[in-house]
């Protein structure tokens, strides 16, 4: 069975430079949502899209952006970088109106900011 | 106010024996979703077992059972036979609502170490 899918699975950067990380959702999913794990930490909700539009905010930076394209892929982009950034950052996708509502996960993004 | 509690940092377990990880949540919610993830080293979240604040029958999915007490909003998660395999960080998590966006608030996590 098809997979929540996201890249690069690893990625460093410098510190103040950008970085843009991609989710390709299960297919027939129409919810999406992006988390972040700091090192021995528990992972945090940043935000989701629900067709293609904003549905909820957590605590994603300013510095933070994300949307989600017609064909239901997401994109988390991340400027001015900095080291406290360097986290585990998982995607997740469902189908919202399943009677079953599990989030399933990619298997997540490693950023190392140096 | 944290909002999914687990209290047990680290747990061990022999091999072959049943462990209980325990987890309290806090919600006022009527409509709620209880969660269990499994985190190994390689860092993928997997899903475990899945219990509906209405669901009157404890969850179960092979040697993962759930069980779950609504009036003392706990949600613990037995693992029966432990496996080598079974060593992990384990996270509950909660959905509140039924369809209020759907996010997920973890736990703290409790790392499960299986001894042979």
């Known amino acids: 069975a098809a997979g929540v899918i996201q890249s690069p699975r690893h990625l460093i950067k410098e510190k103040r430079e950008t970085a843009t990380l991609k989710c390709y959702p299960i297919?027939?999913?129409?919810?999406v949502y992006w988390y972040q794990q700091g090192p021995g930490q528990d992972p945090q909700f940043l935000i989701s899209?629900?067709?293609?539009?904003?549905?909820d905010k957590g605590s994603i930076p300013d510095r933070f952006s994300a949307q989600q394209f017609s064909d239901y892929h997401s994109e988390l982009n991340m400027s001015s970088l900095e080291l406290g950034d360097s986290a585990l950052y998982f995607c997740?996708?469902?189908?919202?109106?399943?009677?079953?509502?599990?989030?399933?996960f990619g298997p997540g993004t490693r950023l190392t900011v140096l | 106010a944290q909002k999914i509690t687990q209290t047990q940092p680290g747990m061990f377990v022999q091999e072959k024996e049943a462990v209980t990880l325990d987890c309290t949540y806090d919600?006022?919610?009527?409509?709620?979703?209880l969660f269990w993830y499994k985190q190994p080293s390689s860092g993928e979240m997997i899903f475990l077992i899945y219990?509906?604040?209405?669901?009157?029958q404890n969850a179960t999915e092979g040697r993962y059972s759930l069980n779950f007490q609504k009036a003392r909003k706990s949600a613990n998660l037995v693992i029966s036979a432990s496996q080598l395999g079974d060593s992990a960080m384990y996270f509950c998590?909660?959905?509140?609502?039924?369809?209020?966006?759907?996010?997920?608030?973890f736990g703290q996590g409790t790392e499960l170490s299986v001894k042979p």
């Open positions: 997740a996708s469902r189908r919202t109106l399943m009677a079953y509502n599990e989030q399933f």
């Open positions: 297919p027939r999913h129409d919810t």
């Open positions: 899209f629900y067709e293609k539009m904003q549905s």
């Open positions: 919600t006022s919610d009527q409509s709620y979703g």
């Open positions: 219990q509906g604040s209405y669901d009157e």
């Open positions: 998590a909660m959905r509140e609502g039924l369809n209020q966006g759907g996010k997920l608030i």
